[in-house]
Nanobody
């Protein structure tokens, strides 16, 4: 069983940075694949970025390429999402997800709110 706890959300002005954190317990980060998703009010949950704990391979949705960075820390068993140049339309609840296989996620965190003001 994997438990995920997100933190780092908050209020930020448009164009500003914000970093999210996902603490992993139950399995080492190096043995799983992880990702960040987001869900805006009234919209479906959408994929943001993924990382393989074993290879370090990353993958991003087109809209965040060049602005967001996903990274993992094996020593802290934590995954990060560094977000730059945030846009108001990126206001959403951001979720951390984990799975055994690449791009397949069985475990989810409770989410953390990110609000980007214009």
């Amino acid at each position: 069983q994997v438990q995920l706890v997100e933190s780092g959300g908050g209020l930020v002005q448009a164009g500003g940075p914000l970093s999210l954190f996902c603490a992993v317990s139950g399995r080492p980060f190096s043995s799983i694949a992880m990702a960040w998703f987001r869900q805006a009010p009234g919209k479906e949950r959408e994929f943001v970025a993924a990382i393989s704990g074993s290879s370090g391979r990353t993958y991003y949705t087109d809209s965040v390429k060049g602005r967001f960075t996903i990274a993992g820390d094996n020593a802290k068993n934590t995954v990060y999402l560094q977000m730059l140049s945030l846009k108001p339309e990126e206001t959403a609840v951001y979720y951390c997800a984990a799975g055994v296989k690449w791009l397949q996620y069985e475990y989810w965190g409770q989410g953390t709110q990110v609000t980007v003001s214009s």
